[in-house]
């Protein structure tokens, strides 16, 4: 290409500037968003009927996957104006989320109060993202051979089925853990109690981890220090259900993994295809997740080793799905 038909510096300074604010909206108004999540979540067991509380819980998670999906399916797109790899800003994204959620679980406003300001952040983060909506298909047309899920003779389709149910096995895993140790977990006049305060710590801080590693494909790799986090955290509960360390070892080996599979999914499918991964991912693994409550009703040693059996047959699952970057992580450790 000639000196003269290349783009200058200058015409892409605006498309530029215009990605790095509209990321800085972003931040913003996730953290307003998750903060009055938090802060309806921590008023909803006040909910008089179990069929009330059911309907509003799956409400919520239904409308948050449709937020999320809406927001990070253009998210490459805002990362490629503003001339940066994924993963970074996916983690900071989320990070300001997961510390207004914290904020909202322990906030004293009324439930109303955090439910129109959750409102209204949201509707500003996707006023923000309607700009960005369906320009990168446009900018990049890809050949369209199907949706992921069932399409067959690519290996980013098959990937990206992987990815999808990393998510579910690790959510269904961790919920159905935290459900177990919350049974033992020390009660104070306090919204948040001890252990999912554990939880909730550990996890924010191990979601920045991830910023380590430069190359946004190479976030997969700690999907096994995860899984196996998972192992020793249930293992660790069901031989002493009275220590409380194993909940934040839960939340660390949840949370680390997360950033890079939401970055392998959304690199590996199509982006026309972007929002429906998100909301098949994000949306099975709240269903998993329901499961919860069911195991929740076992007895206290039989749950508990249940959850062990899992993380076991969890550990060797994903091991298997994602041996290549298990592989690849120990090489970098060994010869850095």
Same mark, same amino acid.
């Given at each position: 290409?000639?000196?003269?038909?290349?783009?200058?510096?200058?015409?892409?300074r605006?498309?530029?500037?215009?990605?790095?604010?509209?990321?800085?909206?972003?931040?913003?108004?996730?953290?307003?968003?998750?903060?009055?999540?938090?802060?309806?979540?921590?008023?909803?067991?006040?909910?008089?009927?179990?069929?009330?509380?059911?309907?509003g819980?799956?409400?919520?998670?239904?409308?948050?996957?449709?937020?999320?999906?809406?927001?990070?399916?253009?998210?490459?797109?805002?990362? &490629?104006? @503003?001339?940066?790899?994924?993963? /970074?800003?996916?983690?900071?994204?989320? *990070?300001? $989320?997961? !510390?207004? +959620? #914290?904020?909202?679980?322990?906030?004293?406003?009324?439930g109303?109060?955090?439910?129109?300001?959750?409102?209204?952040?949201?509707?500003?983060?996707?006023?923000?993202?309607?700009?960005?909506?369906?320009?990168e298909?446009?900018?990049?047309?890809?050949?369209?051979?199907?949706?992921?899920?069932?399409?067959?003779?690519?290996?980013?389709?098959?990937s990206?089925?992987?990815?999808?149910?990393?998510?579910?096995?690790?959510?269904?895993?961790?919920?159905?853990?935290?459900?177990?140790?919350?049974?033992?977990?020390? &009660?104070? @006049?306090?919204?948040?109690?001890? /252990?999912?305060?554990?939880f909730?710590? *550990?996890? $924010?801080? !191990?979601? +920045? #981890?991830?910023?380590?590693?430069?190359?946004?494909?190479?976030?997969?790799?700690?999907?096994?220090?995860?899984?196996?986090?998972?192992?020793?955290?249930?293992?660790?509960?069901?031989?002493?259900?009275?220590?409380?360390?194993?909940?934040?070892?839960?939340?660390?080996?949840?949370?680390?993994?997360?950033?890079?599979?939401?970055?392998?999914?959304?690199?590996?499918?199509?982006?026309a295809?972007?929002?429906?991964?998100?909301?098949?991912?994000?949306?099975?693994?709240?269903?998993?997740?329901?499961?919860?409550?069911?195991?929740?009703?076992?007895?206290?040693?039989?749950?508990?080793?249940?959850?062990? *059996?899992?993380?076991?047959?969890?550990?060797?699952?994903?091991?298997?799905?994602?041996?290549?970057?298990?592989?690849?992580?120990?090489?970098?450790?060994?010869?850095?």
């Open positions: 290409m000639s000196m003269m038909n290349r783009p200058s510096d200058s015409s892409q605006p498309l530029l500037m215009n990605g790095k604010l509209v990321f800085v909206g972003w931040l913003i108004a996730h953290a307003g968003t998750m903060l009055g999540i938090g802060n309806v979540l921590a008023r909803w067991e006040g909910v008089a009927t179990a069929p009330a509380r059911w309907f819980w799956i409400l919520i998670a239904g409308l948050v996957v449709l937020y999320r999906a809406a927001i990070l399916s253009c998210l490459p797109t805002l990362v &490629r104006q @503003a001339r940066w790899m994924l993963m /970074r800003p996916l983690i900071v994204w989320e *990070a300001v $989320g997961w !510390a207004g +959620l #914290i904020r909202g679980l322990s906030s004293p406003w009324p109303w109060l955090g439910a129109w300001l959750a409102i209204l952040a949201a509707v500003v983060a996707l006023g923000l993202a309607r700009g960005l909506i369906g320009t298909s446009s900018r990049f047309p890809v050949v369209d051979r199907g949706f992921f899920l069932w399409t067959r003779g690519h290996f980013d389709d098959w990206a089925r992987r990815h999808v149910l990393a998510h579910v096995v690790l959510a269904g895993l961790t919920a159905v853990a935290l459900f177990v140790m919350l049974r033992s977990s020390a &009660r104070s @006049a306090q919204t948040i109690p001890e /252990r999912l305060a554990w909730l710590s *550990a996890g $924010g801080i !191990a979601l +920045l #981890i991830p910023l380590l590693q430069v190359n946004p494909q190479r976030g997969m790799s700690f999907i096994h220090v995860g899984t196996a986090g998972l192992l020793i955290a249930t293992t660790a509960h069901a031989i002493d259900p009275w220590v409380s360390w194993p909940a934040a070892l839960l939340g660390a080996a949840f949370a680390l993994p997360l950033p890079g599979l939401t970055t392998a999914l959304l690199l590996h499918t199509a982006p295809q972007r929002f429906l991964a998100i909301v098949v991912a994000e949306g099975l693994a709240c269903a998993a997740a329901a499961a919860a409550p069911i195991v929740d009703q076992l007895p206290g040693e039989p749950a508990r080793w249940l959850v062990v *059996a899992a993380a076991v047959s969890s550990f060797g699952a994903l091991l298997r799905l994602y041996f290549r970057e298990c592989v690849e992580i120990v090489m970098e450790v060994v010869f850095w």
